[in-house]
């Protein structure tokens, strides 16, 4: 088994990016550029081969690649993005994800942002969010039932993405703050919840056994390495004020060679 992680540098637009929920604030773009680079580098020494797409002027978001697809082993379905001023980034995109999977495409009036999806194991959970709503929900739930796959419904609030509110981290485990979701749609996980005193630090990359936390959620990567997982802390405190975690900028792809 072999990971391949596609990434895109970082915008010198990203100043216009789309924001949800945070007030906009100046971001340092050449400081936003070395964390991503740091964030590359980190998946490289955890084991990933990593496709690094040139940065993208004109589309301020894009180096959001999550947010574009919906990936599994079988295929790769290109969405069609809540936030319209993104639905460019999908072209681009497309063209390396077709070197690894079939695509699919989402059709109007279905919107779905790839931040909304959560895996485990065979079991998708698709947030209904701002930016992803019910037929955006259907339609990857009909895409992928031929797979195999449930999609579940999540209902979100108070937050961008259902992976804002909640990450999985492999064994059945769920990392999430139950303010912004209904745990009770997570029913099978186990659900850790987020210290208090860091209520947006639920975003986080499990890559392998390590998992990823952002640099200023301290109490939380204490928490997940008790919880017995390797714990990799990255500073992303610019691509934070643009409402970045630590899924959003990777797409990461198991190939079976």
Not at 241 to 254: D, V
Request: some cysteine; overall charge negative.
């Amino acid at each position: 088994m072999t990971l391949t992680a596609i990434t895109r540098g970082v915008s010198p637009a990203l100043n216009r990016c789309e924001l949800g929920y945070l007030s906009r604030q100046e971001i340092d773009i050449a400081k936003a550029v070395r964390q991503h680079q740091a964030y590359e580098e980190c998946l490289r020494e955890l084991g990933a081969t990593v496709i690094s797409l040139p940065a993208e002027p004109d589309l301020p978001d894009s180096m959001f690649v999550e947010d574009p697809a919906v990936v599994v082993a079988e295929t790769a379905i290109l969405t069609r993005m809540g936030a319209e001023s993104r639905r460019a980034e999908t072209e681009s995109l497309a063209a390396v994800l077709a070197r690894f999977r079939p695509l699919r495409h989402m059709r109007e009036p279905a919107t779905l942002e790839g931040g909304d999806v959560l895996r485990a194991g065979s079991t998708l959970y698709a947030g209904l969010s701002r930016r992803s709503n019910p037929a955006g929900v259907e339609q990857l739930a009909n895409e992928l039932s031929s797979f195999g796959y449930t999609v579940k419904a999540v209902p979100v609030h108070g937050c961008l993405h259902l992976k804002s509110a909640c990450s999985y981290l492999g064994e059945q485990t769920l990392l999430a703050n139950r303010n912004w979701i209904d745990p009770g749609a997570f029913g099978g996980l186990r659900i850790v919840d987020v210290p208090p005193q860091e209520p947006h630090a639920a975003n986080v990359l499990a890559v392998g056994g390590t998992v990823l936390v952002a640099k200023s959620f301290p109490f939380t990567a204490a928490l997940i390495e008790r919880l017995g997982w390797k714990v990799r802390t990255l500073d992303i405190s610019e691509l934070m004020k643009a409402e970045a975690g630590l899924t959003c900028s990777s797409i990461l792809l198991e190939n079976v060679e």
